[in-house]
């Protein structure tokens, strides 16, 4: 006895032209300065938003990123922000695949210049 699919699954109103975006709002691009990964290109990296709600670690993100335009910029707009994870340090990890950041963790790995 052959049963069609067609008739065990009917999604109601089925494409209603609703798209779901899963990090509306968020970048999609490594906030680091000369960094070019993204969550599209680069799937093995993991990336993380910026601690908006912890304000004091929040700044700390933005110092250690050092990007001029970021600075004092409100919480709103930084969340919006995210860093990969080859921007911290493996101590910073709460799991070998790097997928958790210890709740103090912060960045420090960039291929910033200085002096
Ligand atoms: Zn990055």
Redo the contacts with the bound molecule.
């Keep these: 006895m052959k049963r069609s699919l067609a008739e065990s699954c009917c999604p109601e109103g089925e494409s209603t032209g609703k798209k779901k975006r899963k990090f509306e709002g968020t970048s999609h691009y490594?906030?680091?300065m000369n960094?070019?990964?993204s969550r599209k290109g680069n799937r093995d990296?993991t990336f993380f938003r910026f601690p908006t709600k912890e304000p004091l670690r929040c700044s700390k993100w933005v110092q250690n990123v050092r990007r001029q335009d970021l600075q004092g910029q409100p919480l709103d707009k930084l969340k919006n922000l995210i860093?990969?994870?080859?921007?911290f340090e493996d101590i910073m990890f709460r799991d070998p695949g790097k997928t958790r950041l210890m709740w103090n963790a912060y960045p420090t790995l960039f291929q910033v210049r200085i002096g």
């Design positions: 490594c906030a680091a960094c070019h990964n990296e860093l990969c994870s080859s921007h």
